[in-house]
T-cell receptor, first 113, second 114 residues
Framework: DQQVKQNSPSLSVQEGRISILNCDYT??????FLWYKKYPAEGPTFLIS?????DKNEDGRFTVFLNKSAKHLSLHIVPSQPGDSAVYFC????????????FGQGTRLTINP | EAQVTQNPRYLITVTGKKLTVTCSQN?????MSWYRQDPGLGLRQIYY???????DKGDVPEGYKVSRKEKRNFPLILESPSPNQTSLYFC?????????????FGPGTRLTVL
């Protein structure tokens, strides 16, 4: 049972345009959401997070939106740059839980020059 | 430099030959976890540890063992590896003082079991 789903295995975007990566979850107990970025031959690195008490969090070119009623979150990257080409994982957790992150399947983002 | 290290980075072995993948962190984190990454499945938690001598099962613990005798180390043990344990493994650490369970990951260990 996949509690966190990223339904797009891949996404291709032109440099300078907006990249939108989507994530859906089923467990209503999740109250904290994170995005990780992963380059080949490296471990995932933390990108941005959002608590369920917010619906938006920004950090430079990266913005995460949370729609609790739809159990949906999205990551917007604008403008997209070639260095953004990577696999992006959405993850969810319960704050106060035992450090348990539940990950989506990942979306491979390719930024074309 | 704050980091999580794993060894080895690559390993090819045969069914049934016991192996250990080491993990070490230098950030004095209380929490450590092991994940495996498989195509189409994302990262799935194998085991986690909340502190020294405190470990618990994650989502896919079958066939694995862990120990946490020191705060900085969290080895993953495969007593009798099987081909379905061929995967990319990540160790991660975090601290409860960091809100939201942000975890720091090691570089990964690619394991092939023949």
């Amino acid at each position: 049972d996949q509690q966190v789903k990223q339904n797009s295995p891949s996404l291709s975007v032109q440099e300078g345009r907006i990249s939108i990566l989507n994530c859906d979850y089923t467990n209503s107990m999740f109250d904290y959401f994170l995005w990780y970025k992963k380059y080949p031959a490296e471990g995932p690195t933390f990108l941005i997070s959002i608590s369920s008490i917010k619906d938006k969090n920004e950090d430079g070119r990266f913005t995460v939106f949370l729609n609790k009623s739809a159990k949906h979150l999205s990551l917007h990257i604008v403008p997209s740059q070639p260095g953004d080409s990577a696999v992006y994982f959405c993850a969810a957790s319960v704050l106060g839980g035992a450090q348990k992150l539940v990950f989506g399947q990942g979306t491979r983002l390719t930024i074309n020059p | 430099e704050a980091q999580v290290t794993q060894n080895p980075r690559y390993l090819i072995t045969v069914t049934g030959k016991k192996l250990t993948v080491t993990c070490s962190q230098n950030m004095n984190h209380e929490y450590m976890s092991w994940y495996r990454q498989d195509p189409g499945l994302g990262l799935r938690q194998i085991y986690y540890s909340m502190n020294v001598e405190v470990t618990d099962k994650g989502d896919v613990p079958e066939g694995y063992k862990v120990s946490r005798k020191e705060k900085r180390n969290f080895p993953l043990i495969l007593e009798s590896p099987s081909p379905n344990q061929t995967s990319l493994y990540f160790c991660a650490s975090s601290s409860p003082v960091v809100a939201g369970n942000e975890q720091f990951f090691g570089p990964g260990t690619r394991l092939t079991v023949l």
